[in-house]
């Protein structure tokens, strides 16, 4: 499935979502019993779904208008916007300030193609 726009900017071309076929793992910690036993407490990962990072790929490149539009959206406080998919469903989701820089573009072809390859990061909410 890819995303085909984000806070109501339709991309030029649909962006994959990286993070769709990551495994969900079970993690656990493994304690030593005074008597000399382990106890080992398991849990499920948190999903890894709650993570959206958008990438062009080979062919989801946006235009200079689309990114500088991206930009100015994300650009702001408590940024909370819908992202929707190819099949019309969406999720709410907000830029991964903690993920570090948000938007990556990479100049397609030539400087000035005005063509970009991206990795937008974001979070569910």
Request: proline share 2%; net charge negative.
């Amino acid at each position: 499935m890819r995303a085909i726009s984000l806070g109501g900017i339709t991309f030029d071309n649909p962006l994959f979502i990286k993070e769709e076929f990551d495994v969900k793992n079970v993690k656990g910690k493994a304690f030593n019993t005074l008597n000399g036993g382990v106890i080992v407490y398991e849990t499920v990962k948190r999903n890894n779904a709650n993570y959206i990072t958008l990438l062009s790929k080979t062919s989801g490149w946006i235009s200079k208008d689309t990114l500088n539009n991206i930009v100015t959206l994300l650009d702001d406080l408590d940024v909370e916007v819908d992202l929707v998919f190819e099949d019309n469903s969406s999720v709410k989701v907000r830029p991964a300030l903690e993920k570090g820089e948000v938007i990556m573009a990479e100049n397609l072809i030539n400087e000035n193609s005005g063509w970009y390859s991206v990795t937008i990061k974001l979070c569910r909410t």
